[in-house]
């Protein structure tokens, strides 16, 4: 929230009082642009701090931007579904199911008023219950949302889209708690394949990683070093299964050398650049 907090203030502050009309359409205008952009800035504050696994400083500015696009869109709009899904997964993440089932609620609503609403964020809504049910031991019917998150996913971006990779990957773990290891460890490479691709890819294209976020990364890597523990766990570091997954070893160190980097302001696609200069 730190970020966050200069911005909100001066958006809460009484207004001057302006005689001109022209003037007061001008700061109306002006006021609204700021909300719209501290709606992004606090989801996307929100979501690395998800990712980090730092769940109760990820409500704050969940709350914000879901009070900012009440504000703006209205309630039970589906520009408020992002909010409360963050909101969701963090409570998740608290262990408040009954909060979490409760955003998700909400979520669902205003998606089912929209039925427009884009598959990307029906994709999340799924994955979200998904992972809800899981949370209850509710297994079979966790993976029933979570296929419905891999096929809206799949009509947005496509099924070898690292957005898709999560919902392989949360279908994985519980495959993986109902001993159910070959399924497990079928979708657990699936998720390797896609990244090892999709980093692949970006030393030929640096453009590919422009809408990759650092959450979406961070992410990513957490998915890939928890699949090569699975992998450890059940066969041993020595089992050729293990040991003959170097696409898996090698996305890993792409994602780490992106994080050693990151706070000089490289991003993924220059790296991709000199990593293909480097190999010539």
């Given amino acids: ?148 998150d891999v096929y809206c996913s799949s009509l947005e971006v496509g099924p070898e889209h690292i957005d898709t990779s999560a919902g392989f990957f949360l279908i994985a773990n519980i495959f993986y708690a109902q001993r159910k290891v070959e399924s497990s460890l079928a979708f657990y490479d699936k998720v390797v394949d896609i990244w090892y691709k999709f980093l ?17 990364l961070s992410e990513g890597m957490d998915m890939l070093t928890r699949v090569l523990n699975t992998r450890v766990n059940l066969l041993g570091d020595t089992h050729i299964a293990t040991v003959r997954l170097p696409s898996a070893w090698l996305a890993i160190n792409w994602l780490r050398l992106y994080a050693a980097k990151e706070s000089r302001g490289r991003s993924l696609g220059s790296l991709g650049i000199e990593y293909s200069a480097r190999k010539r």
Avoid at 200 to 216: F, H, I, P, W, Y
Wanted: charged share 20%; hydrophobic share 40%; net charge neutral.
């Fill in 200 to 216: 692949a890819s970006v030393r030929n294209d640096a453009n590919l990683a422009e809408n990759v976020g650092k959450a979406q």
């Fill in 1 to 148: 929230m730190h970020k966050i907090s200069p911005l909100i203030g001066p958006l809460r502050a009484t207004p001057q009082i302006i005689g001109s009309e022209e003037e007061r359409a001008r700061r109306e205008y002006t006021v609204q642009m700021s909300k719209r952009a501290l709606i992004d800035l606090c989801q996307q504050e929100a979501s690395k701090l998800l990712v980090q696994g730092r769940y109760d400083l990820a409500v704050p500015g969940a709350i914000q931007a879901l009070a900012f696009s009440k504000e703006i869109f209205g309630d039970g709009s589906i520009e408020t579904v992002p909010p409360y899904l963050l909101l969701s997964e963090a409570n998740l993440g608290l262990g408040l199911l009954q909060s979490a089932e409760g955003f998700l609620s909400m979520a669902n609503w205003s998606i089912l008023k929209t039925p427009e609403c884009s598959n990307a964020i029906r994709s999340q809504l799924h994955r979200n219950f998904g992972k809800l049910h899981t949370a209850q031991n509710k297994l079979d019917e966790a993976l029933d949302d979570l296929s419905k």
